[in-house]
């Protein structure tokens, strides 16, 4: 971390506890996303095993936002009037 003696003296516990918080919170995102994705993969598992016509339908592409970048810029700039 190429932290020396003084500087890691220097810090206050709340600076620790906010590192070791924030670590265990990444944790936590990435052990949930392991599971989502374990949970869509069983269940096309699961249809391939029980031979469903869901099966050949692709997975669904995960989104964070509804909208994409290009149709968020679009919006905003309509919302100011700059575009029709």
Known sequence: ??????????KDIRYYNNCIRGWL???EFIMNDNAHIGHMLAGKIAQAVWGNKDFSKP?????????????????TLRNKGLID
């Open 59 to 75: 997975i669904d592409k995960v989104r964070l936002t509804k909208q994409s970048r290009k149709e968020k810029i679009l919006e």
């Open 25 to 27: 919170k990444k944790r």
């Open 1 to 10: 971390m190429n932290i020396n003696y003084d500087s890691l003296l220097d």
